[in-house]
């Protein structure tokens, strides 16, 4: 179905934006408590200075942001990032515990931990939280922590912008403090950016001047730290580069150990935090693409047993005790694509409860959905798409009960392929140059999606693991990602049509035109 004659219709209808509003945002809006935050840190510069982290890309890129801010400042910070297996989410008692003295800032998490933060104020310390994640509710009214300053966003009503992720956060808070230093920030930028599309934020107003500088950085080869230059290098990400090669390439990586290891955050963080003369930094970072390839076969083994589950009930409620306990959200995340509904992926955890992750569709809020049936659960938080629970053991037909009442109906997928824009291939590169102008796109600003009327004799051959494939045309090369059997199984003639993904591939300094396609059929006229 066809939808709009040029591309910048196509992001104003999907941004709500105008023109100026989309290409010209404020670079730096208004953020409450930003100042006040800074200026505490100031105070307490010359306590300890302990910065806790998270285990996720955001976390461990905000902390690495801080970390490097506070060291320009000429503050040696200490770092802290929670354990995933056996310590959980966020600031705990048990790391108050280990702190005796001092300041401690938290990136992208604490706004929750009320019982931490108390016991820290108890015992003499100071706190900045800076978090972007939504603030414990009581009867409708939000319960903050009661550090000393709180820049959340997310947790007040006064900040003209709330979607910066915890490293865009850390990264405005080194910018204030260092506003009147020559410093080079651009590489911390770069970090920022990369969360800023592996936490899936929207790519619209600051946080789109964020990634396009980041990836403007890169491309310019203006690296200053030895940790990111060696892994964008190792995995070739250099030169002209896109988004897709934050969400595809670098996010993976930097998640993928704090996945499989208790502790394998920590593993990312030293990377990113170590100096140039670092002689185990090769060998770092190969330890980091071994264990993002470990991941990818984790994920695919799993996947095939979650298959195997998927009953006609919905919305998916599924558990298998052998599911790594890192790779349940990825699980969750690919049947949710699928089958269009919400789903939670649960795995049993050494402690005998079942831990859970959650994925929803627009349609439905996922958080919402879980505070209706939150006496089900151990604990549980997230937002709108996604979410993380437990629930004791025993207790998992009743969970998936409630979570199906809660939910209520399920829309059902369009059974039409919506596109946005028809593509010929005389008008490739003009039709790029337009994408480039509005892009990056992800989460609030999405790739156009177009439909092309493929008419010629390619070249055909099954590429990766066997399941894609690649057609090779003349002027344009057609993938389809996991679509090789059902392609081959049409037996299309050499005239077809498709939806897709209009995209450039640089090589040896050539550009060549690609196109990824979503669907296909035999062309009807």
């Not at 083994?301 to 005790?321: F, G, L, N, S, W």
């Not at 649960?346 to 505070?371: A, C, M, W, Y």
């Amino acid at each position: 179905m066809y939808q709009a004659t040029t591309v910048q219709e196509i992001v104003q209808r999907n941004t709500g934006l105008s023109l100026e509003e989309f290409l010209f945002p404020e670079e730096n809006p208004f953020l409450y408590q930003l100042t006040e935050a800074v200026a505490c840190f100031k105070a307490h510069k010359d306590e300890p200075v302990t910065i806790v982290g998270d285990y996720d890309c955001d976390g461990i890129c905000a902390t690495a942001i801080l970390y490097w801010g506070l060291k320009y400042f000429g503050v040696n910070a200490k770092t802290r990032l929670p354990h995933r297996f056996s310590e959980g989410y966020g600031l705990s008692t048990k790391i108050i515990d280990e702190i005796d003295s001092g300041l401690i800032i938290t990136v992208d998490n604490g706004i929750a931990a009320l019982d931490a933060i108390k016991k820290a104020k108890e015992k003499g310390l100071t706190v900045i939280v800076t978090d972007h994640h939504l603030a414990v509710t009581e009867n409708g009214q939000r319960i903050l922590p009661c550090a000393d300053v709180v820049l959340d966003p997310n947790a007040e009503d006064e900040s003209e912008y709330k979607n910066y992720c915890g490293a865009g956060l850390a990264y405005r808070f080194v910018k204030e403090l260092l506003k009147d230093s020559s410093k080079d920030l651009s590489s911390l930028e770069v970090l920022a950016s990369i969360a800023t599309v592996a936490d899936v934020m929207k790519l619209t107003c600051a946080n789109r001047i964020l990634v396009k500088n980041g990836l403007k950085t890169i491309e310019g080869g203006n690296i200053r730290l030895a940790g990111l230059k060696s892994i964008l290098e190792r995995i070739n990400v250099t030169g002209i580069i896109n988004e897709d090669d934050y969400g595809f390439k670098l996010g993976p990586i930097f998640n993928a150990s704090g996945r499989l290891y208790d502790n394998g955050s920590e593993r990312v963080l030293r990377v990113l935090t170590a100096e140039e003369d670092e002689p185990r930094l090769n060998w770092w970072v190969d330890e980091l693409i071994s264990a993002n390839e470990k991941r990818k076969q984790e994920v695919t083994t799993d996947m095939q047993i979650a298959e195997k589950m998927v009953k006609e009930e919905r919305p998916i409620v599924i558990y298998h005790p052998n599911f790594g306990e890192g790779i349940i959200g990825i699980i969750a995340g690919n049947l949710c694509e699928k089958y269009h509904c919400p789903v939670i992926v649960f795995t049993k955890t050494e402690q005998g409860f079942l831990k859970g992750s959650g994925r929803s569709i627009p349609s439905i809020h996922l958080k919402n959905v879980l505070d209706r049936i939150s006496g089900t659960m151990l604990g549980y938080g997230g937002h709108e798409g996604a979410a993380g629970l437990s629930i004791p053991s025993g207790t998992l037909d009743t969970f998936r009960t409630a979570f199906q009442k809660a939910c209520g109906p399920i829309p059902a997928a369009p059974d039409v392929c919506m596109y946005d824009l028809e593509v010929t291939r005389k008008g490739l590169q003009q039709t790029l140059e337009d994408l480039k102008l509005f892009a990056p796109y992800g989460e609030g600003n999405p790739k156009p999606l177009f439909h092309l009327w493929y008419n010629g004799n390619g070249e055909y051959k099954r590429i990766g693991d066997g399941s894609h494939f690649m057609l090779k045309g003349n002027s344009i090369t057609l993938l389809g990602f996991g679509l090789a059997e059902r392609f081959e199984m049409a037996e299309l003639p050499n005239n077809f049509d498709c939806i897709g993904y209009l995209k450039e591939d640089w090589y040896k300094g050539k550009c060549y035109y690609k196109f990824e396609i979503v669907n296909f059929e035999k062309r009807c006229c």
